[in-house]
């Protein structure tokens, strides 16, 4: 394989994996909708992208069936006229999720999941480890203001940092190593149809972190998580949780306050506290998204 061509290029998720690819010396190219600042940096970096729905504008090279992978989001219609040519065509065809699967099977993967709060915990955690010994690569959903990216790489790190969306139980084609879920409020009922199907979703993606891996979760959630015996449990709460909750958590924050702008809170972990530590988001959910990133 010498290429990859992406329908729907401009997504948030889509674009890592074309960066990605282009990095690891692919040819890449691709199709969206609309001209994005995303889809202009992408351009900036080489990638040819085109803004209309025209098989016409396929480049040649991506039209060698032997040579070129085809990746796709379930957010483009099965209608669209290229979808339809490299089906037609036998061209091998893969989900965003699927290849992202793909990418991170070979690598230690923390994958961050839940309704809300996934991406400044997964931005977090990339930081954490990133000005750490350890580093990590991460395909993250969102530009990270620190990197001015939604992809991290690594060059001495099998970890993977992975947001782990699961709209169209996207989820499931990844194997963590370790999983944070930060909520389970139901959502993508387009997909799910009901809540306790959604809370299935979830408990199906704790049944494929790997033996010998952790779950990091927030406390009181109505989960119940299928992980092997081998797996670790762990709870985390933020500050505006209950005295029980915090007692149930392994991992908590605790006397938030701001000074001259500025967030501090305590940081508890099973071995001690961290007293009065400073978080650059002054914002008080964030603190909440922190406690689970370096849980």
Do not use: W
């Not at 709870?235 to 701001?258: C, M, R």
């Amino acid at each position: 394989m010498k290429n990859v061509y992406f329908i729907g290029i401009g997504g948030i998720g889509m674009s890592n994996l074309a960066r990605y690819f282009k990095h690891e010396g692919y040819q890449v190219a691709g199709y969206d909708r609309t001209r994005t600042p995303l889809c202009a940096q992408l351009e900036n970096e080489g990638i040819a992208i085109h803004y209309e729905d025209n098989v016409a504008l396929i480049p040649e090279d991506f039209r060698q069936k032997e040579e070129t992978l085809v990746v796709r989001t379930p957010a483009v219609p099965l209608t669209h006229s290229e979808l339809q040519y490299f089906e037609q065509g036998g061209f091998n065809m893969m989900k965003r999720a699927a290849v992202l699967g793909e990418i991170s099977k070979d690598k230690r993967a923390l994958c961050v999941a839940g309704t809300h709060g996934k991406t400044t915990t997964s931005t977090l955690l990339a930081h954490l480890l990133r000005q750490s010994p350890i580093d990590c690569n991460a395909f993250l959903g969102g530009i990270s203001k620190n990197y001015q990216n939604n992809l991290l790489l690594s060059a001495k790190s099998d970890f993977a940092v992975i947001e782990a969306d699961e709209y169209d139980r996207s989820f499931h084609h990844l194997r963590p190593y370790m999983a944070i879920i930060t909520s389970v409020d139901p959502d993508h009922l387009d997909i799910y149809g009901t809540h306790e199907a959604y809370l299935e979703s979830f408990a199906h993606f704790t049944s494929l972190i790997q033996e010998g891996g952790a779950l990091v979760k927030k406390v009181g959630l109505p989960l119940k998580e299928r992980c092997q015996a081998s797996v670790k449990v762990y709870q985390y709460a933020g500050p505006n949780a209950s005295q029980d909750e915090k007692a149930q958590a392994d991992f908590y924050a605790d006397k938030p306050t701001f000074v001259k702008g500025r967030l501090y809170f305590d940081f508890h972990y099973p071995q001690g506290c961290i007293e009065q530590m400073e978080l650059g988001l002054p914002m008080m959910i964030h603190v909440e998204n922190a406690v689970a990133a370096m849980a």
